[in-house]
């Protein structure tokens, strides 16, 4: 697409370069979903980002375009130069896994990519554009590179290494956290120092696809081959109740909001009798912790099962509850997906 303003790279290329080694990003895929597979990732545990439109929720109204199809991501990142012009930078790639925690080397939690950053100028006109003005070629500029770390699906931080015009070094920005931009439904901040934990109502009705695998010794999923069972229903979830508790006799860990949505009209017995889908908003140890909601399947049948909930894996549209039973050695997956919402 035409980005304005200053051309920051040196580095020119022609646009059918540019869309060629876009193309090759474009066939350099993981494997197939549902498959855990050394290269591509384990994706049982792991969801794929949210595609649509993410922002930066800092006030600066800069924010992405990101679209995600098996494991491989096309984006646009929307905001301005420093003469104040708008600028749109294409990227793309392949999601490679995650392992963030040095002590457990082997444990994916989420995606990342790395790409080159490019730059359109003089693109063709679409505003305020003279009649009969001679046509311009583009230019396809490389500015820099981004790197986007996805926490869960709903959640990421991204850095950019900036081409610097001088002597052709680079220079790091501090990382940034984004979320997806939800529209379509209510939405409501229950911390607003936190406006990334804003969380969806999710009431409606939603289909729900169950599968379940063993669990290898590291804590990821086995192969699809392993698994034992399938199967699918719909469930209907009630209105949002809300519990507030008073902060000042609240102690650290214990809940300051608790949001429920009821899960009725259970079809296939999914999920247990009389049972909620709950997120606590817990006092963190420190104003500035890290403290996002505590998720999960809440329901009073026996300890053996838990239902947990990544509060990042929560959108508008989709999110995942992760079953384990430690007696059994086994891990289940229930996703959910909004009915008539795209």
Request: hydrophobic share 40%.
């Amino acid at each position: 697409m035409p980005g304005s303003g200053t051309n920051c790279g040196s580095d020119r290329r022609t646009t059918g370069r540019a869309l060629a080694s876009v193309a090759v990003l474009l066939l350099v895929g993981p494997g197939s979903p549902g498959i855990a597979q050394d290269d591509s990732g384990d994706i049982f545990f792991n969801d794929y980002p949210e595609s649509g439109r993410w922002f930066a929720g800092d006030g600066s109204l800069t924010g992405f375009f990101i679209e995600v199809q098996n494991g491989i991501v096309a984006g646009l990142y929307v905001g301005a130069g420093a003469d104040g012009n708008n600028v749109w930078l294409n990227f793309s790639g392949a999601l490679e896994p995650r392992f963030p925690d040095p002590e457990r080397s082997n444990l994916q939690a989420g995606w990342q990519l790395v790409s080159d950053l490019y730059q359109i100028t003089d693109g063709g006109c679409i505003l305020f554009c003279i009649a009969n003005d001679p046509t311009r070629e583009p230019v396809v500029a490389s500015v820099g590179q981004i790197r986007i770390e996805f926490v869960g699906r709903s959640r990421a931080e991204f850095r950019i290494l900036e081409n610097m015009l001088d002597e052709g070094s680079a220079m790091a920005r501090p990382a940034r956290p984004i979320a997806p931009l939800v529209f379509g439904v209510r939405v409501e901040s229950f911390d607003p120092d936190r406006p990334l934990q804003a969380m969806p109502d999710l009431e409606g009705v939603w289909a729900v696809a169950r599968s379940d695998t063993v669990t290898g010794a590291d804590g990821n999923a086995a192969s699809s081959s392993e698994k034992f069972h399938s199967d699918a229903g719909i469930v209907r979830l009630g209105p949002r109740m809300v519990e507030r508790f008073d902060p000042e006799i609240t102690d650290v860990g214990d809940p300051l909001v608790e949001v429920r949505h009821p899960i009725i009209d259970n079809t296939l017995d999914l999920l247990p009798e009389n049972a909620d889908v709950m997120c606590r908003f817990v006092k963190p140890p420190a104003p500035d912790a890290p403290n996002p909601p505590r998720c999960r399947i809440d329901f009073t049948l026996g300890p053996m099962i838990s239902m947990e909930i990544d509060f990042h894996s929560i959108s508008d549209a989709r999110f995942n509850v992760l079953l384990f039973n430690d007696i059994a050695g086994t891990a289940g997956r229930l996703e959910f997906f909004r009915l008539n919402h795209d």
